[in-house]
T-cell receptor, first 116, second 110 residues
């Protein structure tokens, strides 16, 4: 148990479907992140929210749409995805300001997404 | 740009010592972190170096040389449960997110 909970853990969706991934953190953090992890690729940063404002959008296609309604919850809305979007989507949280000494991020278990 | 390079695979036997290296290129640098990820699990934080030198936490140690843009994770008295992927990471220039290396898969055999 990492204090960051992601649902669903597994999702299979067709290319025309609309689905959402949910993340909830119980650590009292103010920053939340979405990362994508594919085979043979590093953890790729997708989005960063700090104090509920989006501060990073790492050239992610518009078929991925994040939402951060409050500091404890983060969503990733998915629509018209492609098979190459199949991956592990990891949510993480931290205190703001990773340049501060010792500040670290805490990951959820991830949502395995398969696009068919 | 920003990048972190580490070997893709390392193998070792139980009881051995293994060192996983990480070299980085960053526009600004705050410090180097290490994360462990078991198959099917979440990446979990292992250690952080902001200053040059060695940080020791039980069987795991991490080293940083800012002048060489280099660090390593040292795992001692290896156990089978240490088989996992290990990632080095550093904050981006703005300090708003962590950028990760591609990960090193460690396989420990008996």
């Amino acid at each position: 148990e990492t204090g960051v909970t992601q649902t669903p853990r597994h999702l299979v969706m067709g290319m025309t479907n609309k689905k959402s991934l949910k993340c909830e953190q119980h650590l009292g953090h103010n920053a939340m992140y979405w990362y994508k992890q594919s085979a043979k690729k590093p953890l790729e940063l997708m989005f960063v929210y700090s104090l509920e404002e989006r501060v990073e959008n790492n050239s992610v296609p518009s078929r991925f749409s994040p939402e951060c309604p409050n500091s404890s919850h983060l969503f990733l809305h998915l629509h018209t995805l492609q098979p190459e979007d199949s991956a592990l989507y990891l949510c993480a949280s931290s205190r703001p300001g990773l340049g501060d000494s010792g500040n670290t991020i805490y990951f959820g278990e991830g949502s395995w997404l398969t696009v068919v | 740009g920003q990048s972190l390079e580490q070997p893709s695979e390392v193998t070792a036997v139980e009881g051995a010592i293994v060192q996983i290296n990480c070299t980085y290129q960053t526009s600004g640098f705050y410090g180097l972190s290490w994360y462990q990820q078991h198959d099917g699990g979440a990446p979990t934080f292992l250690s952080y170096n902001a200053l040059d030198g060695l940080e020791e936490t039980g069987r795991f140690s991490s080293f940083l040389s800012r002048s060489d843009s280099y660090g390593y994770l040292l795992l001692q008295e290896l156990q089978m449960k240490d088989s996992a992927s290990y990632f080095c990471a550093a904050p981006n220039q703005a300090g708003t997110a962590l950028i990760f290396g591609k990960g090193t898969t460690l396989s420990v055999s008996s």
